[in-house]
Every structure is written in C-alpha cells, then in structure tokens.
C-alpha cells in the first residue's frame, strides 16, 4: 500500500472514528482557532491594495483562488480519486454571489473599522436563517432562534460603542457593506442547497466558482470605468495602463506608486492568506454539508474572542488594532452561552447527502418532546 493510499484510509478511519456529531465538532474547533487569522490577514492585504481595490478582489483574489483549488483537484486526479462533479449553474451563481460580496465589500473595508465590519457582518446571522427557513424549507426549535438572538445581542453589546468614536466610520461605506452582505447570505444558502441535493467534490466545485468569480470581474471592469466625481473607487480610463502597472508593482514587488499606497509586506499577505482562506473554504464547505450554513455562521462568530485578541496587537492588526474591553470581556461569555444554547438541540433533519456516508439518508431528531414526526410531514 502506498503512503498517500495509507494516509487517505487513515484519514477515512478518524473520520468514521467520530459520531456525526463529534466530527462537526472537529471542524467548528479547527474553524473557531484558524479564521480570525485569516479574517486579520484579509484586512491588512486589502489596507495595502487600498488603490486597487477592483485589481485585488476582481482580478488577483480569484486567480490565486483558481491556482489553489486546481492543485486539490490535481493531487485527486494524480492519486486516481475519484471527482464527483456537477452542472455548471448553480457554480456559475455562486461564484457570482460571492464576486459581487467581494467586490462590494473590498471598497468598503478600508474605510471602516475592523469592529465595525465585525457587527456589521453579524447581521447576516438572521438573514440567513430567514432565507434558509423560506428556501431550504429547514425548521428550527426555540432554542435555535434563542441561540441566534444572544449571538446577535452578544456582538451589539460588545461593539455598538464603538460606532460613535468616529473613527472608520464613514457612512457611504457602511451601506456598501450593508449591500454586499445580501449576496453573500445568499450564496450560502446556494451552497448549502447544492450540497443537499448531490454529493460533488468539494476542491473541484470550488476551483469552477473561483472560475465563475472572476469572469465576473471582468465583466464588471467596464462599471468600473463610470466617471464618478470626487470618487476613488472607479478607475479612470485614461489610467487603466498606468493602473495596472502600479497594481502589479505594489502586488508583486511591494513598490509604492501612488499616494497612500503601503505595498511592502503586499505579497506575503496575499500568499498567507490564500493559504489559510484556501483551508477555511474546505472546512467551511464541510461544515455545511456535515451541518447546515446557520450553524456554521453561529461558529464562526465564536471566533471572536479570539480575533478580539489579535486585533489588539498593532504589530498584528495594523491601523485597525483596538484594545480588549470589559464589553468585549462580557460578549465573549454571551457568546458561549448562545453557543450552547443553540447545540442544545439539533436542527429539524431532513433528506439529504452526508460527506461521511456519501449517500442520502434521512436524520430523525432524538428531541421527542418537541417533535415524534419526520420532517417531510411537518407541512403536511
């Protein structure tokens, strides 16, 4: 046997080692420890591409996304695993939603608080269990909707002071990330929906969003041209050379051309960041597929305590850095409490498609106080 055969069983042996539930536990406990780095890494990239803003999330962002997903899709096709895959649709549509969220937010970011966009994003939270309730036709107990709401209160408590320090906090883009937060609720619950519905390898489906991502971006560049007075975010058409040039020469060789720009550590950032999103969106995708898109966004707003911490280190977090608070102190215990309130019951199961059996079967709750009935009667 092989040595990538024999880590491949192993790997399949620890997977089957743990109960379903143990397993999703796993990975909310790898999410929970790796994101709020990536999140920082994210920033502080897009803090030293503040003049390319279109360059890095349309054109840069994407293609590195395409180049790491392809190596994961290489590595099966070298290894002769098989590659499940899928119509090109719904990946086309995904990818939309998420180049637009990318798009939209990177014009944003630079102009807001790390805080700021932290509360801002929680208010994706109801949207998506509003969306996925209406879309997906998934049920929740009370608990779930308690969990949601203390995740919610937990972040306003901790951070709302900090929208009257004035700092960051222009308001055009507070309203661009407002916008941008749609299409990336609605890009989960595609995601989550895709997932239910078949059994497509993860590496391959995300190598063709990336695809659809950027083909997005391109066919965006012309917006990108619109003369807008007073505005930093368009392009002008007489530049686009010089634009480019400058964008390349501030990703790639870290040489500032244009005011404000802060291009010395640009690549680092970008290849570090990749690296760990690349691990994330696989963790991300599994956590769906083992769970559901509500669960993994009430995770992943566990990370906060933790990126609160790094986020206080200026060394780490740059311009955006901030110290730990008593509220901060007081959200992070709101925070476990809505964690496990949540856990306390699992979400109303039905059919679909686990990556731990690759095949479709119907979960049915151990709640029997609430709920004696299977989930496709329930509307019945």
Not at 96 to 115: E, N, V, W
Not at 242 to 260: E, L
Not at 286 to 299: P, Q, V
């Amino acid at each position: 046997m092989s040595y990538n055969s024999l880590f491949y069983h192993k790997y399949l042996y620890l997977k089957h080692y743990f109960t379903n539930e143990g397993y999703l536990i796993f990975l909310s406990l790898i999410l929970i420890v790796v994101t709020p780095l990536d999140y920082i890494l994210y920033i502080r990239w897009l803090d030293g591409m503040i003049n390319y803003k279109w360059f890095a999330s349309s054109f840069i962002f994407p293609i590195f996304g395409i180049i790491f997903f392809y190596a994961g899709v290489l590595f099966k096709k070298i290894t002769n695993r098989p590659i499940q895959k899928c119509n090109q649709k719904p990946l086309a549509l995904i990818g939309s939603m998420d180049g637009t969220r990318s798009l939209l937010q990177s014009f944003s970011a630079p102009y807001l608080s790390i805080i700021v966009m932290t509360i801002l994003d929680k208010l994706s939270l109801p949207l998506l269990m509003g969306f996925s309730y209406f879309i997906l036709k998934r049920r929740y107990y009370k608990s779930h909707y308690l969990g949601v709401f203390l995740t919610v209160y937990a972040v306003m408590v901790s951070y709302i002071p900090s929208f009257s320090d004035g700092k960051f906090n222009e308001g055009w883009a507070t309203v661009i990330f407002l916008i941008g937060i749609l299409p990336g609720v609605l890009s989960f619950v595609f995601k989550e929906q895709m997932l239910d519905d078949q059994n497509v390898d993860i590496w391959w489906m995300n190598f063709w969003i990336s695809i659809w991502q950027f083909g997005l971006g391109l066919l965006l560049f012309p917006v990108m041209l619109l003369p807008l007075a007073s505005s930093n975010l368009t392009i002008n058409a007489n530049d686009v050379g010089s634009y480019f040039n400058d964008a390349f020469k501030c990703q790639f060789s870290g040489i500032n051309s244009r005011p404000n720009d802060n291009c010395n550590n640009n690549l680092s950032f970008l290849i570090i960041y990749n690296v760990v999103s690349t691990f994330i969106n696989i963790l991300m995708f599994l956590m769906i597929k083992e769970g559901s898109s509500t669960y993994y966004m009430i995770i992943n707003t566990v990370k906060l305590p933790i990126q609160a911490w790094l986020g206080s280190f200026r060394s780490i977090a740059g311009t955006n850095y901030a110290p730990i608070n008593i509220n901060n102190l007081f959200s992070f215990v709101l925070l476990a409490v809505s964690t496990i309130v949540y856990n306390n019951k699992n979400e109303i199961p039905y059919e679909r498609i686990v990556s731990c059996d690759s095949e479709v079967e119907l979960r049915t709750s151990s709640d029997k106080e609430e709920s004696e009935v299977d989930y496709k009667y329930l509307n019945n």
